[in-house]
């Protein structure tokens, strides 16, 4: 199979599917250890799916697991047969209406999308995501002392008491 082929159908993804792509990639965002770069790609989705006019922003609502015990608010957005929620930006909180409580009866459909495909489907619906090059070990190994320079340290108040450094 030749490659240049794969490429367009995936930008022509109908939006059922990208419903599904994000519905995997939130999913998978609430459990993994470094959830960033998913909610990332889901809020670029969803806002582009939204100036396209295939979402839309139906309103705010009180979210079920507020930041530092304060009560916050959710954008509410209905993208086909799912409804997804975003952090709200200042003009959400002006001109979209307050809907209280989230309604614990709505759920979404099941989706069955692996979490490569479905993050290859959405990178290719908004365009490659710019990458977030992640801390490696080595760097973070740069800024504690080495275990040698600890070991050169010279007390010059010997403790008698311990029996440690007691030279004479």
């Keep these: 199979m030749d490659q240049t082929n794969k490429k367009p159908k995936l930008q022509k993804v109908n939006s059922g599917l990208l ?42 609502h009180f979210s079920d697991n507020p930041r530092l015990s304060c009560q916050q608010s959710d954008v ?9 929620h975003l952090p709200p930006s200042k003009e959400d909180l002006k001109t979209l209406p307050h809907l209280g409580s989230r309604a614990s009866s709505l759920r979404n459909p099941k989706a069955s999308l ?27 190994k740069q800024n504690r002392p080495s275990k040698k320079s600890i070991d050169k340290f010279h007390n010059p108040f010997p403790s008698t008491f311990l029996g440690k450094g007691y030279k004479y």
Excluded: W
């Excluded at 609430?30 to 889901?42: G, I, V």
């Excluded at 509410?76 to 997804?84: A, D, M, N, Q, V």
């Excluded at 959405?122 to 490696?136: D, N, Q, R, T, V």
């Design 114 to 140: 692996s979490l490569s495909k479905a993050k290859q489907i959405l990178e290719a619906y908004i365009g490659k995501m710019p990458e977030h090059a992640p801390k490696s070990p080595n760097s973070l």
């Design 76 to 84: 509410i957005i209905k993208c086909g047969e799912y409804i997804f």
């Design 19 to 60: 419903e599904q792509a994000i519905f995997i990639v939130n999913k998978h965002a609430k459990t993994a250890p470094s959830p960033k770069s998913l909610y990332e790609l889901k809020r670029l989705s969803l806002q582009k799916l939204v100036d396209e006019g295939k979402a839309t922003k139906i309103g705010l």
